[in-house]
């Protein structure tokens, strides 16, 4: 499993040589070709980690690595990996296999947050104040899924969503994005009472 958004995913790949003697002569097994479908060759990697040498595995042996990347899904997407390994001995003899792995994206709940500022005071008998509204989506949030802001809702103010949609505020849809993580503030102007 893999956070949506992305986060870094480690593989870990053993290469075994399970030939006999019947089979190889008791031959040790040169690695020739390491690919996975979807990181494409990974011999080179492979042979720099092992100081440029070749992978050679001798009989009963294994050779184990680690590939580490970012994966990149959402929720409820999967992601399958097939690799395939290619080895001969020192008569050029051939062998082969392939192994797969599937891993899947799960969901990440979103979190927003709002701010809203307006004067401390207000003149007795009343007088217009302006509030301003500021929406959040949390730096947390998956890149996958921006989140579509449903509802705001003032106590005293009432149901602001039809003011703050007019305005357009953030991604022009009332959304709250990661990469774009503010939303533009939003005025809204009341005549208020100071008992109120």
Not at 96 to 112: C, S
Not at 190 to 196: A, E, I, K, L, N
Request: charged share 20%.
């Amino acid at each position: 499993m893999v956070s949506e958004g992305g986060e870094n995913v480690t593989y870990t790949f053993v290469v075994s040589n399970t030939s006999s003697t019947t089979d190889f002569d008791n031959d040790p097994l040169t690695i020739t070709y390491l690919n996975d479908n979807v990181f494409g060759d990974l011999l080179d990697d492979v042979e720099a980690a092992n100081s440029g040498s070749p992978i050679v595995i001798a009989e009963g042996g294994s050779f184990t690595f680690t590939y580490t990347t970012n994966i990149l899904l959402d929720a409820g997407q999967s992601q399958t990996n097939v690799v395939t390994v290619t080895g001969k001995d020192d008569e050029d003899t051939l062998a082969r296999d392939t192994d797969d792995h599937t891993i899947t994206g799960t969901n990440v709940a979103p979190a927003i947050t709002i701010d809203k500022t307006g004067p401390a005071t207000v003149a007795e008998g009343g007088e217009d104040v302006t509030w301003n509204f500021v929406i959040t989506a949390a730096a947390s949030n998956a890149s996958t899924d921006p989140v579509t802001v449903t509802s705001v809702n003032d106590d005293k103010l009432g149901d602001l969503t039809a003011a703050a949609l007019a305005r357009r505020w953030c991604c022009d849809q009332l959304l709250g994005c990661p990469g774009h993580k503010q939303c533009q503030p939003k005025q809204v102007t009341s005549h208020r009472r100071p008992d109120r």
